[in-house]
Nanobody, 124 residues
Framework: QVQLVESGGGLVQAGGSLRLSCAAS????????MGWFRQAPGKEREFVAA????????DYGDSMKGRFTISRDNAKNTVYLQMNSLKPEDAAVYYC?????????????????WGQGTQVTVSS
């Protein structure tokens, strides 16, 4: 059984930073693309970032470019999301997800496993 467990969320002031982690188990982690999504109350789930199996190829949502960095450590079965210059509008529940392949990354149904999410709150 595949499990994805996010951690690292919390409360941060605007302009601050957080690093989220997602620990994976139950499948060969290094074979799969890993992604981060977020969902704020009353809004649709939004693509944040994705990284391919090798860690060499990444993609980001438009509002995250230049502020967020996704990375992975296949030896630790973990994917990270470094978030800098946080804004109040970044507040949401952040989810990690996994999928095979590196196309249509912004499309949530393309991911087959999801974590439970971690809350990020940004105070102004």
């Amino acid at each position: 059984q595949v499990q994805l467990v996010e951690s690292g969320g919390g409360l941060v002031q605007a302009g601050g930073s957080l690093r989220l982690s997602c620990a994976a188990s139950g499948r060969t982690f290094s074979r799969y693309t890993m992604g981060w999504f977020r969902q704020a109350p009353g809004k649709e789930r939004e693509f944040v970032a994705a990284v391919d199996w090798s860690g060499l190829n990444t993609d980001y949502g438009d509002s995250m470019k230049g502020r967020f960095t996704i990375s992975r450590d296949n030896a630790k079965n973990t994917v990270y999301l470094q978030m800098n210059s946080l804004k109040p509008e970044d507040a949401a529940v952040y989810y990690c997800a996994s999928r095979f392949g590196f196309s249509q990354l912004q499309y949530p149904p393309g991911y087959d496993y999801w974590g439970q999410g971690t809350q990020v709150t940004v105070s102004s």
